[in-house]
């Protein structure tokens, strides 16, 4: 009866954070070495294994529980579509990659997963880091820190900068104009 129960509990366990990752990149290279693959199914994809409105909250920090329900919506959808689109004009333009899988390191609901991305010669660290919600849901990718470069970090900084000079709506017109751009140079 326990041997049941125990494998029942295993069995409906949310994958690990190595496994979310090692999923999510065989999911992208299948999409952007495929000769249909499109920059929306490869969205898809990505919001499978990565929570862009975490990666949005976290980025904006203290700014963002000021911001109403509706501002915050706003922001997260023009960030979703700016982080996409980014997303697949690189892994596009980039084609196929090997990668090495490191280690995983979880400290209660955050994780990181070590890996080397390996294109040409080139031999790029990669380490995600994703987080859940609590113990029962699933792991979701956050960040990731390419050769000690953040993503999360990286946009904190210049959102810093625009949030001093324009405010909340200079920044989101920012956004909203970059992510046009983005997205019409995948057309």
Do not use: C, H
């Amino acid at each position: 009866m326990f041997a049941s129960l125990l494998a029942a509990v295993l069995f409906a366990a949310a994958p690990a954070p190595l496994e979310v990752v090692k999923s999510g990149n065989a999911e992208v290279q299948k999409i952007i070495t495929s000769k249909g693959g499109t920059p929306e199914q490869l969205s898809k994809a990505v919001a499978r294994f990565v929570d862009w409105g975490e990666l949005s909250k976290r980025a904006l920090g203290g700014t963002w529980d000021k911001l109403t329900p509706a501002q915050r919506k706003d922001f997260s959808e023009t960030m979703q579509g700016l982080l996409r689109a980014s997303y697949a004009q690189k892994a596009f333009s980039q084609g196929r990659a090997l990668i090495q899988y490191g280690q995983e390191s979880i400290q209660g609901n955050e994780a990181t997963v070590d890996t080397k991305v390996i294109m040409s010669r080139d031999r790029l660290p990669v380490r995600y880091k994703l987080f859940r919600a609590n113990d029962k849901s699933e792991w979701r990718i956050y960040d990731i820190v390419t050769d000690d470069i953040s993503l999360l970090e990286t946009y904190q900084g210049q959102f810093r900068k625009i949030l001093a000079n324009k405010g909340f709506d200079g920044l989101l017109t920012t956004l909203k104009s970059k992510r046009a751009q983005l997205e019409k140079s995948l057309e």
